[in-house]
């Protein structure tokens, strides 16, 4: 086990657009607003999702798509650096019309319906993501 210390710096509450790219639109607010390392969180609803489920064996994703509207339940995640920029790692919870439950790594191609977002910046050493061998994932090195 490995940990660093943080403080709060800013709190963004936020709303993404219609037909935004989850994933994306979320990094590139991140970006623009210079935060390096922080969590994100978000509710709302979708269009399609694409969530991931990491196969240890093989190592890689196995994309899981759902090409019909969900609810968002939770999206929790984090903000480090990967190849030198702020990256989200987020994880979600899907909701569809019987309340039953999905989920998994956020992938790009998850299409907003509606999203409000609180984003966190923490105030610290810059946590980057390195390859790791034993889990063939991207971690971060402390
Ligand atoms: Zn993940």
């Not at 710096?9 to 607003?33: C, H, I, P, W």
Request: net charge negative; proline share 2%; aromatic share 10%.
């Amino acid at each position: 086990m490995a940990a660093r210390e943080y403080n709060r710096k800013r709190l963004f509450m936020g709303r993404l657009a219609y037909g935004d790219d989850l994933l994306n639109s979320l990094t590139a607010f991140v970006q623009e607003k210079g935060i390096r390392t922080g969590r994100v969180q978000m509710i709302g609803a979708l269009q399609k999702a694409i969530v991931g489920f990491y196969d240890h064996k093989a190592g890689k994703y196995i994309n899981c798509e759902f090409e019909k509207p969900m609810e968002v339940l939770n999206l929790t995640g984090n903000v480090s650096i990967k190849d030198g920029q702020p990256f989200i790692h987020a994880h979600v919870t899907l909701g569809d019309e019987k309340g039953q439950s999905f989920g998994g790594h956020l992938m790009e191609g998850t299409i907003v319906f509606a999203a409000e977002f609180i984003v966190e910046e923490f105030e610290g050493e810059d946590l980057i993501r390195k390859p790791d061998e034993t889990t063939g994932l991207t971690l971060w090195e402390l």
